[in-house]
């Protein structure tokens, strides 16, 4: 008779715990792509519906009213609530809508982690907390338009998103000058995919969506990379080696890309949810979107301190922060 040959219970409890090990190693990190690309697309198709909602409206300034005290306290305040139910909800389908001060009954997260994952910040509830230089005042120096330090109003989506609404009743049109970006901003959308049930952070749940200009509205949603590119650049060079503000982001990464002027005005809305490396403190950053070509040509570039978009020599050194695409 042959002696048939097996494995030891040993030898298979050794193999198990190595699978173990393996699994545990490996499957987190499986995860986060998988919930990462899911986000991607759910991403792609909520700023799809949005604008294609905005889109059907005739203008989107003027909803609801906002008073102040000489003091500059708000007296009434229902811009934003008004905008969600006497205009998007008549181009989009909503299943829910909170008021200021009840965020939280739509799904609205109490706090949420920045991009960079270094801090945990209070979710706004209103203009001046979504960013202090919405409000500065010196951006209607010379131009028509205003932004008002509305309360934000949010509501849910059929498809289970929660989104909270900053919404500027005031808001002007484009123009194509060099201008202030605060008074252009009509609504910014910052949304949680999946409610509260986490992470809660910018750029994997979280990440917001911003409507410009009174008539003829540009919507955008960018999703930000988690860094500056390592140095200032110029937007365009013809010196052979030397590196310009588009292949910067290239560098940093086959998925990433320069952002356009108005996917930058955004960032400058939401800096804080961003912590932009470079964006308190003076310095401006590149756009895409080039006016004349050439190294001697302009391209628009947005200040982060002031909100001021700038028409920029293209041989200028500014700082870049990329988009993923």
Not at 168 to 192: E, G, I, R
Not at 228 to 238: A, F, G, I, P, R
């Amino acid at each position: 008779m042959k002696k048939k040959k097996g494995f030891t219970l040993a030898e298979v409890l050794i193999t198990l715990a190595i699978i173990g090990i393996v699994a545990a190693i490996t499957l987190p990190s499986l995860l986060v792509n998988v919930n990462e690309k899911a986000w991607d697309a759910q991403k792609k198709a909520l700023h799809a519906r949005l604008a294609q909602a905005i889109g059907q409206m005739n203008a989107l300034g003027g909803y609801g009213t906002y008073t102040e005290d000489e003091d500059g306290t708000a007296t009434t305040d229902t811009a934003a609530e008004s905008f969600i139910l006497d205009a998007l909800s008549k181009v989009y389908k909503i299943n829910n809508v909170c008021g200021p001060d009840k965020l939280s009954s739509c799904g609205i997260p109490s706090k949420i982690t920045t991009l960079d994952a270094v801090s945990e910040i209070n979710f706004p509830t209103k203009m001046k907390e979504l960013n202090s230089k919405l409000l500065n005042g010196s951006h209607v120096s010379g131009e028509d338009g205003d932004m008002a330090d509305t309360k934000a109003a949010a509501f849910e989506t059929v498809n289970g998103e929660s989104i909270a609404v900053f919404y500027n009743p005031l808001c002007s049109s484009d123009t194509l000058t060099a201008h202030f970006t605060q008074n252009k901003m009509c609504v910014n959308f910052v949304y949680d995919l999946n409610g509260e049930e986490g992470p809660n952070q910018v750029g994997k749940d979280v990440g917001f969506i911003t409507a410009f200009y009174n008539k003829s509205p540009v919507v955008v949603a960018p999703i930000p990379y988690s860094s500056d590119y390592t140095s200032t650049v110029k937007q365009y060079t013809e010196t052979e080696g030397q590196i310009d503000a588009p292949t910067a982001c290239k560098t940093m990464g086959e998925d990433l890309r320069l952002p356009d002027r108005d996917e930058l005005a955004s960032l400058f809305v939401n800096a804080p949810l961003i912590n932009l490396d470079k964006g308190t403190i003076g310095y401006s950053y590149w756009s895409g979107s080039v006016i004349s070509l050439g190294t001697s040509g302009l391209a628009w570039d947005q200040r982060f301190d002031t909100g001021y978009r700038n028409r920029g020599g293209r041989s200028s050194t500014l700082y870049v922060r990329c988009l993923r695409r």
